[in-house]
C-alpha cells in the first residue's frame, strides 16, 4: 500500500525524496513497479560453436552403449581418441548426462583429515613400489581370501599379485622376490604396518637387497594412496562379485582383472594412459597420436574450440607419496 503514497508524494518533489520521507527503500519502489514474469525463463540462445541435435545424440549414444555405460566419462573419451574418435570436449559430455539426469558420483567418498605422512618420490618407473592386502569374502559366512597386489606408484602398473587363504610373510616375500626377478630392485617399498608387511622376512629381503623400507603411520590408511586406490577401483568395478565360489575363482577374476588394469583401464593420475604403456615406455608416442588427432580435430571445427587449442592430457613428471608444502621444500633445499 505504500507505493501508492510514492507515488503521489514524488509529483510534488520526485521519488528519491519522497522515498526518503517515507522510509521506503528506491529499489523496493522501482522492484515493486516492474511487472512480475510468470512461467519459465525464455530459452538462451545456443552459441554458434555448439554441437547439432545430432552430434549430442551420437555423442549420448556412445556414452550409453554396452561398452560404456559402465566406464566413466574421462575412460570412454581417452579410449575414443586412442581409436581416432574425437566428438566433443569431457566437460561437454559431462554437460549432456547431467542434462538427462544421468550425471553422478556412484562410489562413497571419504575424508581423512591431513596430517602428517611419510614422504616418497618417484619420477620414473621402478623406483617407488607400493603393496597392500584386502580381503575377498568366500563362498561362506567367515571365509576370506587375501589379495596380495604390488604396484609401481609412477606407472600405477601392477608388478606383482597373488590370492591366498592366508595372510602371511613368508608368501609375502616370495612375492616381492619374484617381483623383483622380473621387474627389476626398487629403490623404495611402501607399505602399511600389517603383521606381513613389517614382519621379519619381508625386512630381511629388502634389508639385503639394499632396498629403502617405508612404513604408514598406524591406523591412517590414506598414507598408503596408491595400493588403496587400486582396491577402491577393483572393488567397484560393475563387476567386482559379492563373493567368490572358491580360491580358483578369485584367482581367475584377479588374472581378468589386473591384465585389464595394466593395459587398458585409462588412469586419470597418469595422463588418462594405461599403466603398461607407462611403465613400458610408449605413453609418449600414444600422447603424440593424441595430439594428431585433436589437431585434426581442431582444423575440421576450429570454431568449437574457442581461441584455445585442444592439447592431449600429459604426463606428470613425479608421483608422490604425501608430496611436501612448497614452503617445506624450499626449507630443505
Given at each position: ?21 517515507l ?19 525464455p ?11 545430432d ?10 552403449s ?7 566419462v ?25 542434462a538427462r539426469g544421468?550425471a553422478g558420483?556412484?562410489r ?16 620414473a618407473?621402478?623406483?617407488?613400489w607400493s ?13 576370506w581370501?587375501q ?6 606408484i ?59 623400507r617405508s612404513?604408514?603411520r598406524?591406523r591412517?590408511?590414506?598414507d598408503?594412496?596408491?595400493?588403496e ?9 560393475p563387476?567386482?562379485p ?12 584377479g ?12 588412469h586419470?593420475?597418469?595422463g588418462?594412459?594405461t ?5 613400458h ?23 568449437r ?14 608421483a608422490?607419496?604425501?608430496q ?10
Amino acid at each position: 500500500m505504500i507505493n501508492p503514497a510514492v507515488d503521489e508524494l514524488a509529483k510534488h518533489t520526485n521519488v528519491k525524496q519522497a522515498c526518503d520521507l517515507l522510509g521506503r527503500p528506491r529499489g523496493s519502489h522501482y522492484r515493486a513497479q516492474q511487472p512480475r514474469m510468470h512461467g519459465p525463463r525464455p530459452a538462451r540462445p545456443a552459441p554458434p560453436n555448439a554441437l547439432t541435435a545430432d552430434e549430442q545424440a551420437q555423442v549420448l549414444e556412445e556414452l550409453t552403449s554396452e561398452r560404456f555405460c559402465d566406464k566413466s566419462v574421462a575412460q570412454t573419451w581417452a579410449t575414443l581418441l586412442d581409436e581416432g574418435t574425437y566428438l566433443c570436449s569431457m566437460s561437454t559430455m559431462h554437460r549432456l548426462l547431467r542434462a538427462r539426469g544421468a550425471a553422478g558420483e556412484r562410489r562413497r567418498q571419504a575424508t581423512h583429515p591431513p596430517k602428517k605422512k611419510p614422504e616418497l618420490l618417484a619420477t620414473a618407473p621402478g623406483q617407488v613400489w607400493s603393496w597392500d592386502i584386502t580381503k575377498l569374502r568366500g563362498p561362506g559366512r567367515g571365509v576370506w581370501f587375501q589379495l596380495y597386489v604390488v604396484l609401481d606408484i609412477y606407472s600405477r602398473y601392477v608388478v606383482a599379485w597373488t590370492v591366498q587363504t592366508r595372510e602371511d610373510s613368508e608368501i609375502a616375500k616370495t612375492m616381492l622376490e619374484e617381483a623383483m626377478g622380473t621387474h627389476g630392485i626398487p629403490d623404495a617399498v611402501h607399505a602399511d604396518r600389517g603383521t606381513s608387511m613389517t614382519s621379519k622376512p619381508v625386512a630381511q629381503l629388502l634389508l639385503d637387497l639394499g632396498v629403502d623400507r617405508s612404513h604408514s603411520r598406524p591406523r591412517v590408511s590414506n598414507d598408503n594412496p596408491f595400493s588403496e586406490a587400486a582396491f577402491k577401483t577393483l572393488k567397484y568395478a560393475p563387476v567386482f562379485p559379492k563373493s567368490f565360489g572358491s580360491l580358483a575363482d578369485a584367482r581367475a577374476f584377479g588374472e581378468t582383472f589386473f591384465t585389464y588394469y595394466n593395459h587398458e583401464h585409462r588412469h586419470s593420475g597418469i595422463g588418462l594412459h594405461t599403466p603398461a604403456s607407462v611403465h613400458h615406455g610408449t605413453a609418449a608416442e600414444i600422447r603424440a597420436q593424441r595430439q594428431h588427432t585433436l589437431d585434426a580435430a581442431h582444423a575440421a571445427h576450429p570454431n568449437r574450440f574457442g581461441n584455445r587449442r585442444p592439447q592431449a592430457p600429459k604426463l606428470p613428471t613425479a608421483a608422490w607419496i604425501n608430496q611436501p608444502s612448497p614452503e617445506a621444500l624450499i626449507q630443505t633445499a
